[in-house]
Every structure is written in structure tokens, then in C-alpha cells.
């Protein structure tokens, strides 16, 4: 079983789950706000969010990247023609914003990334020796979801996917859908989160769903396979599936237990048929490729919100976005105050400055109790070059010099490590 799985734990009183609202900490810890004139569901992210989302968007396309998967990028919007070939138009306009006028054509403001990306796979000649063949993108996407259910970070708009997809053989689906597990479970642990409960979704009755039961029934077929495999308990439920295909949603829960889905691996038959996306096989003919879809870390929004949520705002130093604030104890030290924090930046520290003009060195240390490293200098450490760091989870460490302290940060930092410190 993923080490990443384990049962959610919901929060014990409604003061504590208040207090990790990320719609409240959100806005308190100036991470995103919103205003009227932008419209609902379009947050934007402040100078604090922003280091958090970017953070979080550079630790997925490095794992992306050593995962053997190539970046690409693409247009927000396409022909309406894209999305009647995909079979969105068909089977999930009513989420899809109204189609634009332009020249006389119709184009629309993309509700998900893959037709774009078999369009991708399609503009060259493929080997068999090619696949699989693994391209992701963190791209834009649109959905035009009721005001009623906008909420916050964890239903907007406009999305920022972590998406990705993987072109490949039959008999290499379930390996790829396997790996993309892994991808999310170490994904997990490094963002200190944990997966409430895996879902295998499955089509329900209805017309929203591609009919073609053969197709289903392979599909699904195939990861159920992936999940036995890897023992991981699930439960199987209709009428949450993608319309082209079944679905693997990892589940997780906020302090509530409001369960909403964070990462996916699908099984698509359907658009590589649509697309008559082939590659060339050893018989020297035509194959039709299978693809798999799979998002990491979901939508960046609903990820920050996540871990807004788990982590109170104390996000894990990787994340932080003040990862180190440099505390003088007067005027005289500020000049090395401010040395040190340019030393950090070079290393590629997320740091800042509290000088003596925010207060007394009691209250500046209060006012960064969420950083997780504070440097404090007094004299001594001035003339010795060294620097007296405080942790957040309350360690104090010797003072240490200055260069020692910088390099162990950002050595921990540069590992994605949930430690503060390692002795």
C-alpha cells in the first residue's frame, strides 16, 4: 500500500477547523484575495501566495522532469471544432463558458488540456520505440461553475492544472498508471498532506457518458488491476468518472471531513480514437496508442488551499514564502542583518529583514512565528560573524557561522524536507 495513504483524521472542534480555514488564513496570512471587479471565483494571489504557488509549481515539473516526462505548452482557448471532436461538447458543455465570435468562427475557453495535447502527440510520426511517451503541462483551463458553489481556493474558475499526459501501448497503461501513483504519493509526503481514501470511479446511467460499454469495461478493468496491485484499499463508486473514461480520484478531506478529489489517473480509449491518434509498431503498421491521463497535485488552487488547510499556515520550509526573516537586536547589527539576507537569496532562500523599527525583538519574533527559521544577530554574533537561529517548532541551535547556518537551510530546503533541522 502507498505510503502516502492513511485514514483522514477530522478535527475535533469547530474552533480548531475555523482556525485552518484557508478562506480566513488566506486572507490574514495575505496569501490571495478577491474583489468584486475581477468576479467570483477568479482569486488573485498576493506576493506571499504567489512564492507558495510557485514553490509548489517548480518542486512538480523538477519530479515531472526525472519522471521522464517533457514540458510543453499550449493556448488557452481553441476552435469549438476542437471540443466537438474531443466529445466535450457533447458531454460537458454545461461546465464549458459560452463559445467567443471571432472572424466568423467560434472559438471556446478550454476546459481541460488534453485536447490540446493529443492535437500535440498527432503533429508528428511516432515509433513504438518512442512510447511511451510522457508530456505535461502546468496550463490554464476554465470552468464555469455556479456562484453558488464557488468556495475560496478549492472551487474557482480559473484553473491552473497540473496535467499530463502519457501516450502509450495497452500493455504499458498499467505500469505508466502505477508510476503516476507513486509521482502522487511522494508528492504528498514532501507537501506534508495525506490522502484520505482512493475512489475508483465509474460511469452511472445517463447520457453523460461515451457509450461504448466495451471500451468501459477494458478501462476500468485496467485499473482495478493497478490498485490491487499495489494494495491499496478503494471503493468503487458510478457516476464519478471522466465522460471518455474511468478514473483513480485520491481523495482528500479538510478539517470537516469535506471530502473533494486532488489528483487523478485516467484510462482514455476514446480520445485517441477520436483524434485517430496512432503510432508506427515493429509490424511496420499503424497502432492506436493508449492514453493516460494523470494530475499530480490537481489544480495549484485546490493544492495551496490543501495545505493552507493541514498546515495552518505553518507550511513546510520548502514552501514557506518567507523562509528565513533576520532579526538585529539594534541599529548597529542591521548592516549585517541585511548581509545575510542577501547571502540567503544567493543561495536561493526566500528571505527578509525585521529590523528594529517593527517593534521590540519579542514582538518581531511573534509577528514571524510562522517563518521557519528566524536568525537572530546581537553583538556577539556581529563580531563573530555567526548568527543564533531560533526554529519554529521552538529548538534554539548555538549560534553558528554565518555560512554554516545559510548552507544546511538551504541544503534542507533544496531536499523538499519536512525537517527543520538535522543534527
Aim: aromatic share 6%; glycine share 8%; with cysteine.
Amino acid at each position: 500500500m502507498p505510503r502516502g495513504f492513511v485514514a483522514v483524521t477530522r478535527s475535533g472542534s469547530t474552533e480548531e477547523t475555523a482556525m485552518h480555514d484557508h478562506r480566513k488564513l488566506g486572507r490574514e496570512l495575505d496569501l490571495f484575495d478577491s474583489d468584486p471587479l475581477i468576479g467570483a471565483g477568479l482569486p488573485y494571489w498576493l506576493p506571499n501566495g504567489a512564492a507558495v504557488r510557485h514553490a509548489l509549481e517548480e518542486y512538480i515539473r523538477e519530479a515531472e522532469r526525472r519522471a521522464g516526462y517533457r514540458h510543453v505548452h499550449s493556448p488557452v482557448l481553441a476552435k469549438r471544432e476542437l471540443y466537438e471532436i474531443s466529445g466535450h461538447w457533447a458531454h460537458y458543455r454545461d461546465d464549458m463558458f459560452p463559445a467567443m465570435e471571432l472572424g466568423g468562427e467560434q472559438f471556446v475557453l478550454r476546459p481541460s488540456l488534453c485536447p490540446h495535447h493529443a492535437l500535440i502527440y498527432r503533429s508528428r510520426e511516432h515509433s513504438y520505440r518512442e512510447l511511451p511517451l510522457r508530456i505535461a503541462e502546468l496550463g490554464g483551463m476554465f470552468r464555469s461553475e455556479l456562484s453558488g458553489v464557488l468556495g475560496g481556493l478549492t472551487r474557482v474558475r480559473a484553473i491552473q492544472l497540473n496535467d499530463a499526459h502519457v501516450f502509450c501501448t495497452l500493455e504499458q497503461a498499467a505500469d505508466e498508471a502505477r508510476a503516476a501513483l507513486e509521482l502522487i504519493d511522494r508528492a504528498y509526503r514532501v507537501m506534508g498532506i495525506r490522502a484520505a481514501r482512493y475512489r475508483l470511479s465509474l460511469p452511472g446511467p445517463g447520457g453523460k457518458y461515451v457509450s461504448d460499454p466495451a471500451m468501459w469495461r477494458r478501462a476500468g478493468a485496467l485499473l482495478t488491476e493497478v490498485l490491487d496491485a499495489i494494495g491499496a484499499p478503494y471503493e468503487a463508486e458510478e457516476g464519478e468518472a471522466a465522460f471518455y473514461g474511468p478514473k483513480i480520484d485520491v481523495q482528500i478531506a479538510d478539517g470537516s471531513g469535506r471530502e473533494s478529489t486532488l489528483s487523478t489517473v485516467q484510462v482514455d480509449l476514446y480520445q485517441p480514437r477520436q483524434f485517430d491518434l496512432h503510432y508506427i509498431g515493429p509490424d511496420g503498421a499503424a497502432h492506436r496508442p493508449v492514453m493516460v491521463h494523470r494530475s499530480i497535485i490537481g489544480s495549484v488552487e485546490r493544492a495551496v488551499a490543501h495545505l493552507i488547510d493541514t498546515h495552518g499556515g505553518a507550511f513546510p520550509g520548502w514552501l514557506a514564502p518567507v523562509q528565513v526573516v533576520v532579526l538585529p537586536v539594534s541599529d548597529d547589527e542591521l548592516p549585517d542583518a541585511q548581509a545575510l539576507v542577501r547571502r540567503c537569496v544567493e543561495q536561493g532562500l526566500r528571505a527578509e529583514c525585521a529590523a528594529p523599527d517593527r517593534g521590540s525583538l519579542s514582538a518581531r519574533v511573534r509577528a514571524a512565528r510562522l517563518v521557519p527559521y528566524q536568525a537572530v544577530i546581537g553583538p556577539k554574533e556581529a563580531v563573530d560573524e555567526r548568527v543564533a537561529l531560533r526554529l519554529r517548532d521552538g529548538r534554539r541551535i548555538d549560534p553558528l557561522p554565518v555560512s554554516e547556518a545559510v548552507d544546511r537551510i538551504a541544503a534542507l530546503v533544496g531536499r523538499n524536507s519536512l525537517e527543520l533541522w538535522e543534527e
